[in-house]
């Protein structure tokens, strides 16, 4: 049975044996899932945070306007066997105005960086503070937000949390678009054109796994693809600094972002190097509708 618990104290406590977090901002979708049963699998306690943080909203009606539901949240919770499900108010996570915020430099520069200011030390920030508060042993992230794992691993890395940091695959749509709580304000005439992103990135793929290494070549497979896309940019980066780099030479990803009619997408496949192969993460795309529709 899932418990609500409101405070770190609380939850610190209530945990046993090995402590998988998953944290999120609530609205949980089939990519939650995922995360949570992944948790569920590496770790003796299941703790989910549920936090819409306002540290990560550089505007005060998109803070306002972010979706919440938590009786529907705590169900998918039980659904996935989570033993904890951290809710915490406002003054737990900041007692009084922060003074302090974590940037992870270099990292944030690109990318979604200079597009949405302030957002990965808020997300820095108030990871940082879970880690902390909660001490779990495993954090679960999925590979859709790449930047942002990148940003995680290294806030790790230099701050010496103790904590492995997981990323899981992307969940993607069945017909292979990424799955997003934004996808449900696509218009239906937008739906074919949002499903050129997904689509070019996986023609990238392709391409990188038939020996083609260049980012020139990858990016521009993608602009082909979604030729009367209104790319923000496609980038070919670095899976440890989320810096762009000329050709796979080591882990990285080929991001982009793109308007859609009023909708903003971000959408990526990272490449793995296993046994001097490189390999294409294209997610793991979901077999009916996603619940985020009913």
Known sequence: MTEITRTFAETRQRGRGRVGLVPTMGFFHEGHSALMAAARAASETVVVSLFVNPLQFNDRADLERYPRDLDRDLEIAREQGVDLLFVPPAEEMYPLEPLTRV??????????????????????????????????????????????????????????????????????????????????????????????????????????????????????????????????????????????????????????AARIGSVRLIDNVAFDLVAGNVIGDRGIRLSAPSRLYS
């Open 103 to 256: 940037e992870v430099a270099r990292v944030a520069d690109h990318l979604e960086g200079p597009r949405r200011p302030g957002h990965f030390a808020g997300v820095a920030t108030v990871v940082a503070k879970l880690f902390a508060g909660l001490q779990p042993d495993f954090a679960f992230f999925g590979r859709k937000d790449a930047q942002q794992l990148a940003v995680v691993r290294r806030l790790v890395l230099d701050l010496s949390f103790p904590v492995t940091v997981i990323g899981r695959p992307t969940l993607r749509e069945a017909d292979g678009l990424a799955l997003s709580s934004r996808n449900v304000y696509l218009r239906p005439d937008d739906r074919p054109q949002a499903l050129l992103l997904s689509m070019g990135l996986f023609a990238a793929a392709d391409l990188a796994e038939a020996g083609h290494f260049e980012a020139s070549e990858l990016i521009a497979a993608v602009r082909r693809v979604g030729s009367g896309e209104d790319f923000e940019y496609v980038t070919l980066a670095s899976q440890d600094t989320a810096q762009p780099i000329d050709r796979i030479d080591r882990p990285s990803f080929l991001a982009l």
